[in-house]
């Protein structure tokens, strides 16, 4: 199994894994100690945010052969998604099937881990496939997240910071559903204009431009 570490104020703490450690029930954000006793003997190696970075840059710049409106949403923190408006290029009443179903060989090809989600707005796309993700990296199945309904998934997949999650889960807010039926107006007076924000896009907004991610 392979860790990656991360260091925050004299704490180290595991900042991704990959499948096999999942399967041993550690995930991104536990401590190493945790980590360690959990899932046994594991190769470490340094959170480098740099080399994320240039990594998903390349990836962006393979997936122009897609699509010539390549975004990286966010560039720096979160989870990262690259997000493909690929209106114009599905020809066919199977278009967007047959187009993720294409993509997705194509990254298994070149051995990237991924979850695809297509949805007419990009935020939405990006809060279905970050909810994806999660479940992959948990050792649950994606596709569930890939049909639920974007209420039901949970605000983590909405890439809200640490603290604002654990500030709504507080109060008994964990799905997009719940946030959204506060109102925006009373969530950024408590919470901040981001979380009302974010909350539009699990609701399938279209306040970013619009695409498939």
């Given at each position: ?10 704490a ?25 006793a959990?899932?046994?003997?594991a190769s ?5 945010p ?14 122009l052969?897609w699509?010539?409106r ?9 989870m990262?998604?690259?997000l ?9 009443a ?6 993720a179903?294409?993509?997705g ?39 569930d ?11 983590e997949?909405l ?6 999650c ?16 506060i ?6 007076d408590?919470?901040?204009?981001d ?5 539009d896009?699990?609701g399938g ?9």
């Amino acid at each position: 199994p392979l860790l990656v570490v991360a260091e925050h104020e004299g704490a180290r703490h595991v900042a991704d894994a990959c499948a096999q450690a999942a399967a041993r029930g550690v995930h991104a954000g536990r401590a190493l100690a945790h980590a360690q006793a959990r899932g046994g003997a594991a190769s470490e190696g340094p959170h480098d945010p740099g080399r994320d970075r240039a990594a998903l840059g390349r990836l962006a710049a393979w997936s122009l052969r897609w699509t010539p409106r390549v975004h990286l949403d966010p560039p720096d923190g979160g989870m990262p998604l690259v997000l493909l408006d690929v209106r114009g290029c599905m020809p066919g009443a199977d278009g967007p099937a047959c187009l993720a179903a294409r993509l997705g060989r194509a990254l298994a090809r070149r051995g990237s881990d991924h979850a695809l989600a297509a949805e007419p707005c990009a935020g939405a796309a990006g809060v279905r496939a970050t909810a994806a993700a999660a479940d992959m990296r948990a050792g649950r199945p994606g596709a569930d997240a890939l049909r639920a309904p974007l209420e039901a998934l949970p605000i983590e997949s909405l890439r809200l910071d640490a603290a604002a999650c654990a500030a709504l889960r507080e109060v008994n807010v964990t799905r997009i559903g719940e946030l959204r039926a506060i109102g925006r107006d009373a969530l950024a007076d408590r919470f901040g204009p981001d979380v009302g924000g974010r909350g539009d896009e699990g609701g399938g907004g279209c306040a970013r431009s619009k695409g498939a991610g």
